[in-house]
């Protein structure tokens, strides 16, 4: 079956300094990746979606970045955080476009 | 291009009676929909989703949404609410073709509230 891991969980940095989440994919192949970002009261911000590996496409300018580097892991960074960093990041895949798409546990975000 | 809006940010319901909870879509090709639910502090999970079969479509926890494609809605229904439902639900759109293929878009939510 299928599984997705997603981390760290939980994150607590300061301003200024760098950011790496990562999500990785088990039991399928060429996945559709997302990172969603949910600020607190918001709804679910698409970040990035990755279609295959090294394709990547960013919805949102912002100081964050991702990358493919294998088939089944999509990684989130940034170089310097800014407090408008925090919130709560979700990583998703999907077998295709107009299949189920399924999420991570999230990793809660708090730039200090 | 695709978007999504759902009509209400909230929805306050008595337990025991109608929950519906508005969606509203636009797609350039034929969209493929879900909603899904998120409770406090949790990961979301998927409710239904509708993929150009069945234009009615039911979910777990006796929910179920209706595909129109005439009023571009795909609004979620159940016939008595739970004290259970209190959550936020998510309309997401996606494509399977175009330049947004593989994107997925969210409404903006709408927080349920059941009271007892």
């Known amino acids: 079956s299928q599984t997705i891991h997603q981390w760290p969980a939980t994150l607590v940095q300061p301003v200024g300094s760098p950011l790496s989440l990562e999500c990785t994919v088990e039991g399928t192949s060429n996945p559709n990746l997302y990172w969603y970002r949910q600020a607190a009261g918001r709804g679910l911000q698409l970040l990035f979606y990755?279609?295959?590996?090294?394709?990547i496409s960013s919805e949102v300018p912002q100081n964050l970045s991702a990358s493919r580097p294998q088939d089944r892991q999509f990684i989130l960074s940034s170089k310097k955080l800014l407090l408008s960093d925090s919130g709560f990041y979700l990583c998703a895949w999907a077998q295709g476009a107009g299949n189920t798409i399924y999420f991570g546990e999230g990793s809660w975000l708090t730039v200090v | 291009a695709q978007s999504v809006t759902q009509l209400d940010s909230h929805v306050s319901v008595s337990e025991g009676t109608p929950v519906l909870l508005r969606c509203n879509y636009s797609s350039s090709y034929s969209p493929s929909l879900f909603w899904y639910v998120q409770h406090p502090n949790k990961g979301l999970q998927l409710l239904l989703k509708?993929?150009?079969?069945?234009?009615l479509v039911k979910g777990i926890n006796g929910f179920e949404a209706e595909f129109k494609k005439s009023e571009t809605s795909f609004h979620l229904t159940k016939p008595s609410a739970h004290m259970s439902d209190a959550a936020e639900y998510f309309c997401v759109v996606t494509n399977a073709g175009g330049t947004s293929y593989g994107k997925l878009t969210f409404g903006q939510g709408t927080i349920l509230t059941v009271h007892p």
């Open positions: 990755s279609v295959g590996i090294g394709q």
């Open positions: 509708y993929t150009s079969a069945a234009t």
